[in-house]
């Protein structure tokens, strides 16, 4: 059964750092490229962040560039986000995402995780 828990979300304020944390389970993970997407309240989901899978090639939507570091460790079957200098309008539930489309690769395969809140308020 293919499960993608993450964690990590929560309140912090303007400026602040978190670190999201998505544990992946019944399939291959360090064959599929991984990535990050959010959804705010009244708006799209959209790309936060993706890394591929052999050559660890990451990218980023422009908004997060430098604030925000995609990484994955295919020992533990984890992919990470770490946010800094986080800003309001970064509010969000963040999935997780394993496969799919995106930035250089395209698997038939793809599996989201539930969810988590980031909240970013003063």
């Known amino acids: 059964q293919v499960q993608l828990v993450e964690s990590g979300g929560g309140s912090v ?3 602040g750092s978190l670190r999201l944390s998505c544990a992946a389970s019944g399939f291959a993970f360090g064959s599929f490229a991984m990535s990050w997407y959010r959804q705010a ?3 799209e989901r959209e790309l936060v962040a993706s890394i591929q899978s052999t050559s660890g090639r990451t990218n980023y ?3 997060v560039r430098g604030r925000f570091t995609i990484s994955r460790d295919n020992v533990k079957n984890t ?3 770490q946010m800094k200098n986080l800003k309001p309008e970064d509010t969000a539930v963040y999935y997780c995402r394993a496969g799919g489309r995106g930035p250089g690769y395209i698997y ?3 599996y989201w995780g539930q969810g988590t809140r980031v909240t970013v308020s003063s």
Request: charged residues 25%; without cysteine; glycine residues 14%.
């Open 13 to 15: 304020q303007p400026g």
């Open 41 to 43: 309240p009244g708006k």
């Open 61 to 63: 939507v422009d908004s």
């Open 79 to 81: 992919v990470y986000l």
């Open 108 to 110: 038939i395969d793809e």
